[in-house]
């Protein structure tokens, strides 16, 4: 019930390409959804959030898409760069504040 | 964003001995902490949640003996890790989230720990 599956498990992208990782919940009372991404030895960064009453969210290259009846949310990045390289973790919350369910993470790399 | 600190950045301590790691928000009041720690490639697992002025809540098999943490003030919050052994050595992060950070959770740098 508290799970949140992430896939792909790893994803190499061409520059300018779009990259996009998908996720998974089961448990319908989550309410908050956020994307992070984390380069190696450094802390996660939020990168977008999104809450259910929304079906989507850009925030300059990046998007969430959000399908509450399949229970799924994605992060597409567009116009993906090499600096774009890192881990991302999707995530999930009974509320905004709480605590956190993480993904399994996806390693993105952005070929030049 | 708001910002959240971690002290050190890394350390090393030998088999048996203690080590303590600090996690500050610097621009907003943090009335909730969580830490997490994470293992090489793998996710974050959260450990423990603090609330200002409140015993932490301990994730499942997570030994509260072992992981002291302590929220005394709404910037500040420390985890020990006591008579640390190889098997604890991982990377510790932080997270805070309060009104003033929107109630959106950020992390800390991250503490290295390595025991030898």
């Known amino acids: 019930q508290q799970q949140v599956k992430q896939s792909p498990q790893s994803l190499i992208v061409q520059k300018g390409g779009i990259s996009i990782i998908n996720c998974a919940y089961e448990n319908t009372a989550f309410d908050y959804f956020p994307w992070y991404q984390q380069f190696p030895g450094k802390g996660p960064a939020l990168l977008i959030a999104?809450?259910?009453?929304?079906s989507e969210k850009k925030e300059g290259r990046f998007t969430i898409s959000f399908n509450k009846s399949a229970k799924q949310f994605s992060l597409h990045i567009m116009d993906s760069q090499p600096g774009d390289s890192a881990t991302y973790f999707c995530a999930a919350s009974l509320k905004w504040g709480s605590r956190l369910t993480f993904g399994e993470g996806t390693q993105l790399t952005v070929n030049p | 964003g708001a910002v959240v600190s971690q002290h050190p950045s890394r350390v090393i301590c030998k088999s048996g001995t203690s080590v303590k790691i600090e996690c500050r928000s610097l621009d907003f009041q943090a009335t909730t902490m969580f830490w997490y720690r994470q293992f090489p490639k793998q996710s974050l697992m959260l450990m423990a949640t603090?609330?200002?002025?409140?015993?932490?809540?301990?994730e499942q098999g997570v030994e509260k003996d072992k992981f002291l943490i302590n929220h005394a003030s709404l910037t500040l919050s420390t985890l020990t890790v006591t008579s640390a052994h190889p098997e604890d050595s991982s990377f510790y992060i932080c997270?805070?989230?309060?009104?003033?950070?929107?109630?959106?959770?950020?992390f800390g740098p991250g503490t290295r720990l390595t025991v030898t």
């Open positions: 997270s805070a989230t309060g009104q003033g950070a929107n109630y959106e959770q950020y």
């Open positions: 999104i809450r259910p009453d929304v």
């Open positions: 603090s609330n200002e002025g409140s015993k932490a809540t301990y």
